[in-house]
């Protein structure tokens, strides 16, 4: 063998040998891009239908129906007495017409029961039935995002739908409450004033808190969406058992199961509006939800990776 031929065997030698890292890189580089390209995908899809703008719609609407009622209400110069109704929603509708922010509290929690569970249930329920039922799971996983990685963006879509459609009701009340009704310095539910930039920054920990409160519910609905091809019959199953959990959760004899329910906490972010704040059932709250994704999101990645999507 020639010299010649020695330097173009060891040259071809070092090209392969460096270029086999280089393609694994190129591989990996990829992958991790097509993760975060999903999940943009995956999120813009759903804010364009036309279902979820009208879940965030009729979210949006609630507060301005609220605000409305009480200002109507109080139109006459009266204004309802810091005892008006029991429980924390109650409370803070007392407040209003003294201060527009706690239009935002309000709006919550009378969303946080139904409305925003029910929304993000809908969309859940959809995540992957809706894509079976449609034809194009099949074609989604032709890409390579592998199931693991479809089921993870399909997740945190769910999980920034909760943080926006809680946004929309807060900004909504928000702008209704400066609208029609005063805003300043607030007083908190044990009796002490705060500034209202403190009371912003604790509307909006009450909201993230809120929009966590949704995760348990995100993930069941998750898990549903996993068991059958029609989203129809995902939504309808996840709206029944939400509704189910709801009327357990009023039942007094039941109360040895209540603490393991994952509406039982929801109005702890009420907490938030104590000086000092009470953590002990924001804890429970947050570590219950954690509970949930835990649970219901591992049976979902089980039942999706062994699914037919061919079926």
């Known amino acids: 063998m020639s010299r010649a031929d020695t330097e173009a065997d060891t040259t071809a ?12 890189a190129a591989v990996r580089a990829p992958s991790r891009w097509w993760t975060l390209g999903l999940f943009r995908s995956e999120f813009v899809t759903t804010l364009r239908r036309w279902r979820t703008l009208a879940l965030l719609g009729v979210l949006a609407a609630v507060p301005v129906l609220v605000g409305i009622a009480v200002k109507i209400e109080t139109s006459d110069g009266s204004t309802a007495g810091p005892q008006g109704g029991g ?9 209003i017409t003294n201060n527009g922010l706690f239009l ?3 709006a919550l929690a009378a969303t946080l029961p139904f409305f925003l569970p029910m929304a993000v249930g809908v969309v859940a329920g959809d995540a992957v039935a809706g894509e079976a039922n449609a034809g194009t799971l099949r074609y989604l996983l032709v890409a390579p ?3 693991t990685r479809l089921l993870l963006a399909k997740y945190a879509t769910t999980v920034a739908f ?3 459609a809680t946004l929309v009701v807060a900004l909504s009340a928000l702008a209704v409450g400066a609208l029609l009704f005063p805003l300043g310095d607030l007083t908190t539910i044990s009796g002490t004033r705060i500034g209202f ?4 920054l604790r509307a909006l920990l009450i909201a993230l808190v809120v929009a966590a409160s949704l995760l348990g519910v995100a993930a069941l609905g998750l898990f549903v969406s996993t068991l059958t091809n029609s989203g129809i ?17 009023q039942i007094p004899q039941l109360h040895g199961i209540h603490p393991y329910l994952f509406s039982h906490y ?7 509006m104590r000086d000092p704040v009470y953590w002990q059932e924001l804890q429970k709250n947050l570590g219950l939800q954690a509970l949930y994704v835990a649970v219901f999101g591992s049976a979902a990645w089980a039942r999706f990776t062994a699914k037919d999507i061919t079926a």
């Not at 429980?87 to 407040?95: H, I, L, R, T």
């Not at 930039?197 to 912003?200: E, F, I, K, R, T």
């Open 13 to 24: 030698g070092t090209t392969a040998g460096t270029a086999a890292p280089v393609a694994a």
């Open 87 to 95: 429980g924390d929603g109650p409370a803070f509708m007392a407040q």
């Open 104 to 106: 935002v509290f309000t």
């Open 145 to 147: 995002a592998g199931r």
């Open 162 to 164: 909760c943080l926006l």
């Open 197 to 200: 930039a403190d009371g912003l």
């Open 233 to 249: 019959a995902a939504m309808a199953t996840t709206v029944g058992l939400l509704t189910t959990v709801q009327i357990l959760d």
């Open 266 to 272: 929801w109005l702890s972010f009420a907490d938030l």
